[in-house]
């Protein structure tokens, strides 16, 4: 049944693009989905993607965010009385217990804490609605057309929304961040006060390369996934919202996404580089392979660092460098021909 399925999204993705598609035709359940390069943020697929609904969970990766980039995360924080008995899901903090930043963190993304994410708001910004106004005004930064924030923690609100293509793209901003990818795609974790925290997201064990990140849900919003993994050097984010088969989906979407790449030699060694960039031909020193997208531009540049243009045939040329996008994906060595 799986390898119809991914035969059915494969052939999908194949004549259609990243060009809109019905939800039976890309065998998923979701309302909204998209289908997101990691690096380059190229839409392998999207479905509705602009369509703004409401997101519950998945608000904290926004939260999380915000916490980074504004707060110390090892300074120890106390509970404020306003976090403790916050509704929904919850890692139980107590008024007046001391935590770091970081702990909540953990609490935060892993557990799903609504709890934590009051008590990081008041402590980063002192008040919740302050730490609201960061989160909207970072998400204006980043572009975010589609996204405006009520809370920290996602309970239903009606100004608290997103759409599945802005949440990739917050999420593709978010994972640069080493902490915060450290966090999302931790399994389990104990943290101060004894607290055992294990993952929500089903996919770190179920998916190949997965790399976090959060789940959402409530009875307004339904259910909420948005994914991220790796592969042979290749990053994906998969958003879906208001799916309730959402597990089985990410995992026939990614499989289908991944697919799409194709390894492509970009050097071969002793073979002049087919790009000319220098006033002679750079021979290639090793070979050199990369896994792309149809239709997605490489750029080279060179790199001519200890090379002299009269040097003998044979000589160092330097190095050539390869990027996708303005991401660095290879290099290699060059002589001269």
Not at 46 to 74: F, P, R, Y
Not at 190 to 199: E, F, I, K, S
């Amino acid at each position: 049944m799986k390898a119809t399925r991914i035969a059915a999204l494969l052939l999908t993705l194949a004549l259609l693009g990243s060009l809109c598609a019905p939800a039976a035709a890309m065998g998923h359940s979701a309302r909204a989905c998209v289908l997101m390069d990691a690096d380059t943020g190229t839409i392998v697929y999207a479905q509705n993607g602009d369509e703004t609904h409401l997101i519950a969970s998945t608000t904290k990766i926004m939260t999380a965010l915000v916490v980074l980039q504004s707060c110390d995360l090892e300074a120890v924080m106390t509970v404020p009385p306003e976090a403790q008995g916050v509704e929904g899901s919850s890692m139980y903090l107590r008024a007046g217990e001391e935590l770091t930043a970081r702990d909540l963190l953990y609490g935060l993304m892993l557990h799903s804490g609504n709890d934590a994410a009051v008590a990081l708001a008041i402590h980063c910004a002192g008040s919740v609605a302050s730490f609201v106004e960061l989160m909207n005004r970072t998400a204006s930064e980043l572009g975010l057309s589609n996204t405006h924030f009520a809370n920290p923690h996602g309970l239903d609100d009606e100004q608290n929304y997103s759409s599945a293509r802005d949440l990739a793209e917050l999420t593709r901003f978010a994972l640069q961040n080493e902490t915060f990818a450290q966090i999302v795609s931790a399994k389990a974790v104990t943290v101060a006060g004894g607290r055992a925290l294990q993952n929500h997201n089903k996919l770190l064990w179920r998916m190949e390369g997965c790399v976090g990140v959060k789940t959402g849900y409530t009875k307004a919003a339904g259910r909420i996934l948005v994914s991220a993994a790796r592969r042979g050097g290749r990053g994906l984010i998969c958003v879906t919202i208001r799916d309730p088969n959402d597990w089985e989906d990410h995992l026939a979407l990614m499989d289908a996404g991944f697919a799409q790449y194709e390894q492509k030699i970009l050097a071969q060694a002793g073979q002049p580089l087919q790009q000319r960039l220098a006033a002679r031909p750079l021979i290639c020193q090793s070979d050199l392979s990369w896994p792309v997208l149809p239709g997605e531009k490489l750029q080279y540049s060179y790199d001519p660092t200890g090379a002299f243009p009269s040097a003998y045939r044979g000589s160092a040329a330097g190095r050539v460098l390869v990027y996708v996008g303005d991401r660095l994906v290879g290099a290699v060595e060059v002589c001269w021909g």
